[in-house]
């Protein structure tokens, strides 16, 4: 059993910045990878960036250069950057971690979502 809890959401001026940090902790066998998702009223839970163990990392276009993802292997942990923060960034934002609780069982935990507000 994997627990994944995220923190740092919060209300921003656009063109402001926020930092979001999950961290995974529990039962861990390894961590394949790490995520950003977010979901706004009416919209579908779209990926925001990802980042591998190895620190490979993918990011949805509209965040492209104004956003960044690292990671803490030690610590469990992931960031989310968000700088010139846009009105339609608004959402709530989901942890994920694609993680092994065991040598054989792998599965995706989700966090229990941390709110970002953008107003213009």
């Known amino acids: 059993q994997v627990q994944v809890v995220e923190s740092g959401g919060g209300l921003v001026q656009a063109g402001g910045s926020l930092r979001l940090s999950c961290a995974a902790s529990?039962?861990?066998?390894?961590?394949?990878?790490m995520g950003w998702y977010r979901q706004a009223p009416g919209k579908q839970r779209e990926l925001v960036a990802a980042?591998?163990?190895?620190?490979?990392?993918n990011y949805a276009d509209s965040v492209k250069g104004r956003f960044t993802i690292a990671g803490d292997n030690a610590k469990n942990t992931v960031y989310l950057q968000m700088n010139s923060l846009k009105p339609e960034d608004t959402g709530v934002y989901y942890c994920?971690?694609?993680?092994?609780?065991?040598?054989?069982?792998?599965?995706?935990?989700w966090g229990q979502g941390t709110q970002v507000t953008v107003s213009s």
């Open positions: 994920n971690a694609d993680a092994y609780s065991s040598r054989w069982l792998r599965r995706n935990y």
């Open positions: 529990g039962t861990i066998f390894s961590i394949n990878a």
């Open positions: 980042i591998t163990h190895s620190g490979s990392t």
